[in-house]
């Protein structure tokens, strides 16, 4: 077997695999040979149908199939091998692909274009500026806070004989009752410490939304002096034929430019975790799901057994963990950023930040 690379572009190549019979006689003989031993067919004893006939029926589907695995695992060996960071995955090169004819080649040649990653150099520093919206918690966003917990807290009214319509909710009094069902076991018991816990509760929530825009427009900043260039028109064509566009292939060309932030984005966050060491290990993860059940102060013995044994069940939902991994990591880099570019601090009500979240989303 030999596999070459020509450039065919900043980003593209071409790979060329050439496979020979020795390459694959072996294996296809061998995979025969179980056919051999497993058929049975009238006029026959198990196991003994001429090896002829096994050729004649399954010789040129099992040809196929132990080329393509070998094409395949030479590829992506020659790849890894040469440490060639690849956009999105190899395409099948159909203009220099000829009809292959196995009886009386000796030598295929099989062709498959490659996009390449572009290098990609990101230096965080307080050179670079990107605005932090602080949501004020005014006296505007508690009163509607307390609308909302009135009404979610609130009883619907009995509706009157032969009236019909949605039920009505008769919106829950202000009283210490209210605000137990508000913070179980805080004992609170005046509607101005009520508004002041109200108030700290506000202040996390509106961070959280915060820092979530912030890591749009940090992501932004980064995409755009980055100058990262991408092989386009190999990614196009490998959104159109990998459908992970999930739109229509005449769609992909409205829709580029979006994807093509994405991708960048990916680049550069990969870029950062590796140069600042950003890790997230399976210990984080169960020590994150522990603090979900986890309630202040000691906790016994039995409690703890409980909460592992939770924690066991839930490292055992792949899906769970990977999102659980997903938002530590986001959490890190947040922090990171947030720690080493310029935050340039605007103070804005829950009205405008909405809107401007919108509008930039």
Not at 97 to 126: A, M, N, R, Y
Not at 184 to 201: A, C, D, S
Not at 296 to 309: A, C, H, I, Q
Request: no cysteine.
């Amino acid at each position: 077997m030999n596999i070459t690379q020509e450039a065919t572009g900043d980003l593209t190549a071409t790979v060329k695999i050439e496979v020979t019979k020795e390459d694959y006689e072996d294996q296809v003989n061998k995979v025969l040979k179980d056919y051999q031993r497993n058929a049975s067919m009238p006029g026959f004893r198990p196991g003994k149908v001429p090896m002829g006939m096994i050729k004649k029926m399954y010789g040129k589907a099992v040809l196929a199939e132990e080329i393509n695995k070998i094409i395949s695992e030479s590829l992506n060996n020659y790849l890894t091998d040469n440490d060639i960071k690849t956009m999105g995955h190899p395409l099948p090169n159909e203009e220099k692909q000829q009809q292959l004819d196995f009886d009386t080649q000796d030598v295929l040649e099989f062709f498959f274009d490659i996009g390449l990653q572009p290098d990609v150099s990101t230096e965080l520093s307080d050179k670079i500026k990107v605005d932090y919206h602080k949501i004020k918690v005014d006296d505007k966003s508690i009163d509607k806070y307390i609308e909302d917990l009135r009404m979610k807290n609130g009883k619907p009214q009995e509706m009157e004989e032969g009236q019909e319509g949605e039920t009505k909710i008769e919106p829950a009094e202000l009283n210490e009752a209210f605000y137990s069902a508000v913070f179980p076991g805080q004992e609170i018991k005046e509607e101005k410490v009520f508004r002041e816990k109200l108030g700290e509760q506000l202040e996390l929530s509106f961070g959280n939304e915060s820092d979530r825009l912030f890591m749009r427009h940090a992501a932004d900043k980064l995409i755009d002096i980055s100058g990262i260039e991408l092989p386009d028109e190999f990614m196009k064509r490998w959104l159109a034929e990998s459908g992970e566009a999930q739109i229509e292939a005449e769609e992909i060309d409205t829709h580029y430019n979006e994807y093509a932030r994405a991708l960048k984005w990916q680049l550069i966050e990969s870029k950062i975790v590796k140069d600042h060491e950003i890790q997230v290990t399976p210990d984080d993860v169960r020590e994150q799901i522990m603090s979900y059940f986890q309630t202040p102060g000691e906790v016994d013995d039995e409690t703890r057994k409980r909460l592992n044994e939770i924690a066991d069940s839930i490292m055992q939902n792949q899906e769970e963990v990977k999102r659980i991994y997903d938002q530590l990591l986001d959490n890190r880099m947040r922090d990171l950023l947030k720690s080493t570019v310029k935050l340039r601090n605007k103070e804005v009500s829950y009205d405008d930040f909405i809107k401007l979240a919108t509008e930039t989303k």
